[in-house]
């Protein structure tokens, strides 16, 4: 338990020389290394803070482009809408004007078409009525009603307008003519008579008469002068009112 | 002379406790270069384990001085790492600590009362460090003046007589039971050896923090 000042002393010193060696060795490497540690450490956090900054602004700018683009989008498709709407008002106007022209057209066609079966209805009940009307009055006619068709001729004769009686007047006066009288049954001789005096008053010029039977005429008689044919027959009659139907048409 | 572990260079006498420090600032000399040729931001085994045990240093000096740790660091690591290594060199059979010499410790004891004045007057200066000894009421500066010196001694004497009479008593012990004691006696020692260290470090600290700062504390009451 001696105290030796030489030790004490040299102690003092060693341990002096410690610490300028551990300061020297050890301790300012150490601290400088963990000092470049932290450095580097603060560095990438630093730099990660900074990436994550720029992220961030990045974000930001893309989300405000975004909406951007979404507003631009919804101007877009609310302007391309109006368009379709307009054109489609225009294509429903078009196709409305077409359909209403094609229902006049249709309309058109149908009332011609409902005339045209009309007019044949008509036609064929004329034609079925003349047809009725010719078999009734084929077992009806008779005698009788030749007799009154002839002498209904000759009234008619009669009362000829004057234009009609020049007519035969300016025929030729020195040629004979011939008057070919067709009947549904043979002619009384008083009727024969009345009939030649007075084709004898109407025409100047001589005349023979030749006559014949045609049971088509049903009642009544033809009578052919040249060019010129006088008819007071009921089939005469009934082709005419047929003719007639023809005409309407 | 002691143990005969002695040898004289001219008129100086180097004692074994002497000796055994070179041997240890050797031996730290060696560790501190070959731990530190390559340091690198990505540490290895070795690197982590020596950052380590400087960041722990440097944070408990931090914790009580935090505004000139820094300066004090080397003194208060150096303390706490010498005396951790020379307080287990008992562990090697045939060398004794040199902290189990009184003029040792007296000279590290002298260096801690040194460096509190040092560092308290290059911190704060002479006047303001002086002051510190005035207050809170001059009456009490023979009192200042004691604990300067008691503390000192107390620091030499606690480390000495614990290391001495921690070897002593492992020796009788060895002495009487044989070889059955040995393991937990050891594991006594490795203990009492790190706390003393610990111990002696701490108050270092403690005395030197209280001297840099005493000014501030001053004003703050």
């Known amino acids: ?249 | 002379m002691e143990n005969g572990y002695s040898f004289a260079v001219g008129s100086l006498i180097i004692s074994l406790s002497v000796i055994t420090t070179w041997g240890i600032m050797l031996v730290l000399t060696l560790t501190a270069w070959l731990s530190t040729r390559r340091l690198t931001l990505f540490p290895g085994a070795i690197q982590t384990v020596v950052e380590s045990i400087v960041a722990a240093i440097d944070e408990a000096i931090l914790a009580v001085a935090p505004e000139h740790g820094r300066q004090i660091m080397p003194f208060i690591a150096s303390l706490w790492i010498f005396l951790t290594i020379a307080n287990l060199v008992s562990l090697i059979p045939g060398l004794h600590s040199p902290t189990r010499d009184l003029s040792v410790t007296s000279a590290l004891a002298v260096l801690v009362f040194f460096s509190v004045h040092w560092f308290g007057i290059k911190t704060q200066g002479l006047k303001k460090y002086l002051h510190h000894y005035l207050t809170p009421s001059p009456i009490l500066l023979p009192f200042h003046i004691i604990s300067e010196f008691t503390r000192t001694l107390a620091l030499a004497i606690r480390l000495f007589g614990n290391m001495m009479s921690l070897e002593m008593a492992a020796m009788l012990i060895l002495l009487v039971a044989g070889f059955l004691a040995p393991i937990p006696i050891l594991m006594l020692h490795i203990i009492e050896a790190l706390v003393q260290a610990y111990i002696f470090g701490m108050l270092a600290l403690i005395y030197l923090a209280g001297a840099i700062q005493s000014q501030q504390l001053n004003s703050q009451e």
């Open chain 1, 1 to 249: 338990m001696e105290f030796n000042t030489t030790t004490f002393i040299l102690e003092i010193i060693n341990f002096l020389v410690l610490i300028w060696i551990l300061q020297r060795l050890f301790y300012k490497p150490i601290l400088g290394t963990i000092a470049k540690r932290k450095q580097h450490i603060d560095q990438s956090l630093e730099e990660a803070k900074k990436l994550h900054d720029e992220a961030e602004e990045q974000r930001k700018l893309y989300e405000n482009r975004q909406q951007l683009w979404e507003q631009e989008k919804k101007a877009a498709q609310s302007e391309l809408h109006q368009q379709f709407e307009a054109e489609r008002s225009t294509q429903l106007e078009k196709l409305r004007s077409e359909l209403e022209q094609e229902r006049q057209k249709a309309k058109v066609t149908l009332t011609r078409q409902q005339e045209e079966f009309q007019q044949q209805v008509e036609k064929q009940a004329l034609e079925n009525g003349a047809r009725f009307a010719g078999l009734l009055l084929q077992q009806t006619a008779g005698p009788e009603v030749e007799n009154r068709l002839v002498a209904m001729l000759i009234d008619e004769l009669n009362a000829l307008p004057e234009t009609a009686k020049i007519s035969f007047q300016a025929t030729d006066t020195k040629k004979s003519l011939n008057v070919k009288v067709t009947s549904a049954y043979p002619l009384t001789t008083d009727l024969v008579q009345q009939l030649e005096q007075k084709l004898g008053q109407l025409i100047t010029r001589p005349m023979s008469f030749q006559y014949q039977q045609d049971s088509a005429l049903i009642a009544g008689i033809r009578i052919d002068i040249g060019a010129w044919v006088l008819h007071a027959n009921v089939g005469q009659e009934l082709a005419g009112f047929a003719e007639i139907a023809y005409e309407s048409e």
